[in-house]
């Protein structure tokens, strides 16, 4: 579903030029879960910008069901970190969810049935006549997860959406994030700097190395479809994984940029 080949970000500006990513190349399959972390500054909203078409890659080339990704496609739907910015404050919440569809579209009928689909989805069926300012921070998200999901989009892009919310409405979110990938069969890859987060996520997680990045290691998240925020987090195996990220992302921050060079004092 997306296929990153030999992507090269360079931001040219006024002063010196960064190289934000080196050289990634990686596929995520169709119906796929995927996250992704890495130390700070590693470059991954500028990757999750290139997936989405919003910043043109210096070379390399990334491409959506086989076709290249030159501008945002129509199959890809966003969400961001800032929610208070992302929605509009003078639309009530059904209109902010039916703005994308009106774009792409869809007849009014339709249009209807899905924005009440996606409001009920993420719980806020009640909701759709209020305006986005009347509802707290996680409402809000949901309300922007809402408005992803009712586009049904053939790739979600969700870039630490969840950074700027309480750590209970987090876990909230988080499991809403895995059931609408159920539910809507839809490809995600999901930017957090959150391990944890990560790992109780994703079906595989890819560890960046510091800018100008590159891939340290994409690792299988073995902990079945079912998860739970108790019994999952509690696992032999969730510990495992964790401990194995968090060493590579502390050896990603001291500059290592391979999993050959990586000192893992931890078996696995
Ligand atoms: N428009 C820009 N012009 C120049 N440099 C930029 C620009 N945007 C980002 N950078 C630089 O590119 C690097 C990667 O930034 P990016 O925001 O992608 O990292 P990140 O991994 O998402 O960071 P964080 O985890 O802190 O959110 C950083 O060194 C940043 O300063």
Known sequence: ?????????????RGDPVEAIADLSFQVSDGELVCVVGPSGAGKTTLLRCLAGLLPATSGDVALAGEPVTGPPQGMAVVLQE??????????VAQN??????????????????????????GLADVGRSYPWQLSGGMQQRV???????YEPQVLLMDEPFAAV????????????????????????????DIDEAIYLGERVLVLSARPTVLL???????????DQLETRGAPEFARLRTHVYELVQQAKLGVR???DARLTHAG
């Open 166 to 193: 309480d750590a209970q409405t987090r876990f909230e979110l988080e499991d809403l994030v895995r059931a609408l990938w159920k539910g809507l069969g839809v490809t995600v890859v999901f930017v957090t700097h």
């Open 1 to 13: 579903m997306l296929d990153v080949r030999a992507l090269n970000k360079v931001y040219a500006g």
């Open 144 to 150: 922007a997860i809402a408005r992803a999901a009712a």
């Open 83 to 92: 929610y208070g910015r992302s929605l509009f404050p003078w639309m009530t």
């Open 258 to 260: 391979s999993l050959a």
């Open 217 to 227: 290691e994409d690792v299988r998240v073995d902990l079945g479809a079912e998860r």
């Open 97 to 122: 969810v039916e703005l994308p569809l009106k774009e792409k579209g869809v007849a009014r009928g339709e249009r209807s049935r899905l924005v009440g689909e996606a409001l009920e989805a993420v």
